[in-house]
């Protein structure tokens, strides 16, 4: 692995503002089960690494019958098995999230990123089912 500027802001701001100032050289880490075995495989190499972990608004799992699921950027795949809601209205997500990888994957791997980065890869194009209204 290449040496890399860290960056862990505190909030969704800082992390825009971070993200604006170095372009297409940073990439943003969720949980970084994807993006640390693409960087030790060389096939990412970014200047700067921006960690979302420490934003507590994006840590945000939630259920209400208006507004249904919510799923922060960081929420990982045990979380979401672990979630009661999940388990009653979404039984499915709960199965597919307790088949992701090992234990260790599942504790650190995030929901939204690993989807939306595996869709993109193929289609270019933000998943339909992790869109969220603005």
């Not at 701001?13 to 089960?33: F, I, M, P």
Request: glycine content about 8%; charged content about 20%.
């Amino acid at each position: 692995m290449k040496n890399f500027a860290y960056f862990d802001p505190t909030s969704v701001g800082e992390a825009v503002t971070l993200l604006r100032q170095h372009g297409g050289s940073a990439k943003v880490l969720a949980g970084g089960t994807d993006l640390f075995l693409r960087m030790h495989r060389r096939a990412v190499l970014p200047d700067v690494v921006v960690d979302l972990k420490r934003i507590a608004e994006l840590a945000h799992l939630s259920y209400s019958d208006q507004d249904g699921l919510r799923i922060g950027a960081t929420v990982t795949h045990g979380e979401v098995v672990d979630h009661a809601a999940v388990q009653q209205h979404y039984g499915a997500l709960a199965v597919a999230a307790n088949w992701v990888g090992s234990l260790q994957t599942r504790h650190r791997g995030t929901v939204v990123a690993i989807s939306v980065m595996r869709h993109q890869r193929r289609t270019r194009r933000q998943p339909y089912c992790l869109m969220a209204p603005s």
